[in-house]
């Protein structure tokens, strides 16, 4: 592979990074991530200011810690698709400019495969059924005849989402995903719906029926307890039958979510009783980053893919399953 510098932006949802690799080495991930008020969740408007206030700095920073200028770069890749519109339009017009400034090429990254690719890239995964677990999308992906397909997916709202929603509500304090994992370790199991419709998943139920027990005096452990043993088995089921359906022989954890431990340890034991071996994207690279975009870009750039400035519309609802996979044969 001809040695190439690849400058990601990512500004999906709350967080705006930079990340900028040469070829499979890493030189710089920085971000910044909008933080909501107390009991709040996202307000895109809100997200889209905070990325317009840190853009400057934290290109700055991953600059200067991957020891490069601008000119330096030889691809500018960004994310512009699935998330929130006023946060995608921070990030595609900011490519947009230093595109147009720099002369780079411009080279459009889907964020789902984002997360997949720099999976594969830091666990060495080579062809895995997927579990994507964020705040933003849940799904059960594979590699099969040219695209990643989702084989199961939720109805709703992400897993993430539904566990953010259910921490505020109870009375837990932020970053939620550590302190409800925290908090489920000294619960108790209190039944809670299981809602597996085929390949796919409903969580808002769950989150009501989680809500009200709290509300009816059930203790803030137990109702993460179950939260987490619910979800995460029916979490668990759904990618058993992807593995089953499609014969592949690893599961990759990606998504802010797959940092649970209790999460990795369902999916373990399914896969050591299936034969699989589990491989978990490295925390630092979980959550919306931009290395991921960097990395993704590369592939792309590398396999044809590229953009012109006058065509780089944000796509705020790209599947993962919409996205040409052209550097896999």
Partial sequence: MEKLISFGIESTSHTFSV????????????????????GKGIIPREASEHHTRVAAETIE???????????????????IGPGLPPCLRVGAILAR????????????????????EIGKLTTGSKNP???????????????????????GETEDVPVGNA???????????????PTFDKTAEKGRYIEFPYVVKG??????????????KFKSGSAQEDVCYSFQETCFAMLTEVC????????????????????????????????????AKMFVVPWEYAGDCGINIAWTGLLAYNSG?????????????????????????
């Fill in 97 to 116: 400019f230093l595109s147009s400034k720099y002369g780079k090429p411009l080279v459009p990254v889907n964020h789902c495969i984002a997360h997949i």
């Fill in 305 to 329: 893919i590229s953009m012109n400035i006058e065509k780089s519309k944000i796509r705020q609802k790209w599947r993962t399953d919409e996205a040409e996979i052209s550097w896999i044969k």
């Fill in 19 to 38: 990340g900028i690799c040469e070829n499979e080495r890493i030189l710089a991930n920085e971000k910044s991530a909008y933080q909501p008020k107390k």
């Fill in 163 to 177: 566990i953010d929603t259910l921490a505020r509500e109870i009375g837990l304090q932020p970053p939620y995903g």
């Fill in 199 to 212: 390949m796919d998943l409903s969580f808002t139920g769950i989150v009501t029926d989680a809500i009200k």
């Fill in 240 to 275: 058993e039958r992807a593995l089953a359906h499609t014969d592949k022989k690893e599961v990759l954890l990606v998504g802010g979510v797959a940092a649970s431990k209790r999460m990795q340890e369902m999916v373990r034991i399914m896969c050591e009783e299936r034969g």
């Fill in 129 to 151: 059924v997927i579990l994507y677990l964020s705040g933003g999308n849940t799904q059960v992906i594979a590699f099969t005849e040219g695209k990643y397909r989702i084989f």
């Fill in 61 to 79: 920073n991953a600059l200067k810690k991957a020891n490069l200028k601008m000119k330096d770069v030889d691809i500018i890749s960004i994310a």
